[in-house]
């Protein structure tokens, strides 16, 4: 895959999904803002990836925070220059069947896997149109195309990111700027790992390939949408999940 010095933001960098796409996009030589709500986390991965090479440094921002992202964002092009891409990745869950749902819950989860992509997006996408270059992939979920029950928050977030994406592209595919999404199903993360041993064999078994992905998996599908190559590609929706949701 081809980069030409890019610098790329990739939140929620700091485990899992994030940290394997930061690590997969420095190894093909861009350059890495790290950022997630942990210093430690992502302060780990900077570490690591310049460690091995590359080159990132780490924010630690509240994603959900929309003058925090407002701010540090300008920091950020100020001391670096142009952001190139942008991975929306931050996500958390709260789960539990509507009924037992609190408001807090909802709106927390809202704010930190949708809104969050509001404000990158609107803090760093409307330099790439001026740029007239850019990638931004929206990382959604199975969930946000099946549902899931016990996940209404975290399903109608992953959705509202999806909708996002489609017409975020339509407004800056002019500028020559790249807007898709990648919809991992059960990847094997610290947050399936929590899942009880029956669930995920129950899961399993729903799958047809019948075995959770990897998150560098979700990692090389994402690079690719970061590309030179994927130029002609914008507003679409790639599922990553062994084929459920066929």
Known sequence: MTFNDRTALVTGAGRGIGKAIAEDLARQGVKLICVSKNPASCGAVAEAITAAGGTAVARAVDVSDAKAVETVAAELIQE????DILINNAGITRDGLLARMSEAD??????TNLSSAFFWTKAVGWPMCRNRWGRIVNISSV?????N????????????????????????????VTVNVVAPGFIQTDMTADLPEEVQKGVTDFIPMRRFGQPADIAH???FLCSEEASYITGQVFTVDGGMAM
């Open 80 to 83: 670096f220059g142009p952001i």
């Open 106 to 111: 909802w709106n927390a989860v809202i704010q």
């Open 221 to 223: 599908a994402t690079s």
């Open 143 to 147: 969930s946000g195309i099946m549902g």
């Open 149 to 176: 029950a016990g996940q209404a928050n975290y399903s109608a977030a992953k959705a509202g990111l999806i909708g996002f994406s489609k017409t975020t592209a339509k407004e800056f595919a002019r500028r020559n």
